[in-house]
């Protein structure tokens, strides 16, 4: 048998569909899933309407992470009818206040060798523990809970090859900026990174898993470490030996492409505003006046990150100037830093204790004041993000975060190195907040589903015409995240009633555009979205492809567009063209009538399409696979799925 890779041999024991040596898509078996309540409200509307009794997946998780701050009756209504839907279709809930999924499913469910799908971007964190996880958007969700199969373009695979061991207080947050400073935010699609080599061994679970994370923000399918020793140990701990098994790559293995780095020679690193690309050293930063630390979220809120910080604060206090607060990932890592007092020392330091959730990650609290320079353990800084435009926001290592926090500025923690935290022989075990583990897989069908006034019903999308007359709604640059798309923070709350949310589409760019498209489709014209390189990335939210699609969106044309964002096109409908000359992009400008005729021709054949402005002609293509074509003929993958 040919010597596989890590990333082949779990997706080879998962194919259903395609060939990997001849096919553009594959599709795999999807063991696991988990939602959160952001997208959860979606995934299981269109769960829902499949007719589907009850899931058919191993093991599929509801987690109540986001909208936990609940300021009208919006997030309270959305929390009932996720506990009564997983009630119902044999869906473990986890409530709020019980942690962020992605450091508790790495505790409490992920497994090896298994495949995991996420209704979040940062699914990929499972790959800390061997799983192939993969963020989507929620209906690719709703259809691996019903059995189907998940698509995605045959990916290539990148050997990291990890030497040596990382210096003290230079931690694994450096090594994923370091991976991003080398690799970027684009062109990165299609790739799966592999980490391998000797200095895998070097690393704990967390600290894999903190790199696996962050592999959301260069834009690859995932990220996927070995299953070793280390792995078993951490399982162990969490009274889960049982699902360990081995996997690593074969003697021989073949990659697609090798970067190697050596670890003992990261330096503590940053990304500045507003990228996570945009990666400089810590060296270089120092000294700068800092507001605000946050230390926490899905990347950085372990046991061993929290409580390297308590060593760092240790008998001191924060400066005076600086707003200190930490979101710890879980109930477990909260029980572990109280019996061990580091909870006392936090608190002791100034630090505020914020709820264990997503919470100032995502926008939803913690804005810092006008102007602020804030440093941030999560995983993004786009900007406005954190809720405040101005804020300059950088994204850091717990250890630099903790450091700073000491000084209100900018420090270097190899200066003043703590002692390596490590990895606990047994972690307390707490499973009481995750409801219905005992009727998982059997469901309880007579349990009636709750409805709050906010939970509207999922638009239809309508079947592709031959010829379409369009408008260019709305032209934008490069970069444009789904934040851009479909803001969050505030806005969050609306995500279970569409015709609502879709009012604040592009809020950041433009807030005129919905509007705009409103008057168009009540015209009888399509809406054309015109953007930039990456369009499309950060989050998997797919509301950012939903609600366009609501207002009459029927195509976006970009220089290129990310992997997650472009599957939600497709599966709503809207069809993602690519300039054939980037410089095309040009000839294009807002309020542009564009006459695209032939259009569903172009879908069904080649994906070539050729129209006309008035700055002179303009080719654009799509490639499709016969599934895709099928979905964006239909009018979307709910419309193939009735069908």
Known sequence: MKPMNVAWKILSSHLKAGDPAADSEIGIKIDQTLTQDATGTMAYLQFESMGVKRVKTDLSVSYVDHNTVQIGFENADDHDFLQSI?????????KAGNGICHQLHLERFGKPGTTLLGSDSHTPTGGGIGQIAIGAGGIDIAVAMGGGEFYLPRPKVRAIVLKGKLRRAVSAKDVILKVLEKYGTKGNVGWIFEYTGPGVRTLDVPSRATITNMGAELGVTTSVFPSDAVTKQFLEAQGRGGDWVGLKADKGAAYDDVFELDLSEIEPMMAAPHSPGNVVTVKSMKGTKVNQILIGSCTNSSYRDIRTVALYLKGKHVADDTEVGIACGSRQVVNMLAADGSLAILHSAGCRMLENACGFCIGAHMSPRTGAVSLRTNNRNFEGRSGTKSAQVYLVSPETAAASALTGRISIPTDNPVAKVPAPAAFPVDDTMFLYRDTAGKGLPKTEIVRGPNIAKVPAGTPLAEDIEAVCAIKVGDKIT???????????????????????????????????CLENKEAGLANVIVAGESYGQGSSREHAALCPMYLGVKAVIAKSIERIHRANLINFGITPFEFEDPRDYGKIAQGDRLSLKGIRSAVEGDGVLTFKTSKGEVRVKTALSPRQKKIILAGGLLATLRG
């Open 482 to 516: 789904t934040d851009h798309i479909m803001p969050a923070g505030a806005r969050l709350k609306y995500r279970s009633n569409i015709p609502e949310y879709a009012k604040y589409v592009f809020e950041p760019c433009d807030g005129a555009f919905p509007g705009r």
């Open 86 to 94: 997983a009630r119902k279709y044999g869906i473990i809930y986890s």
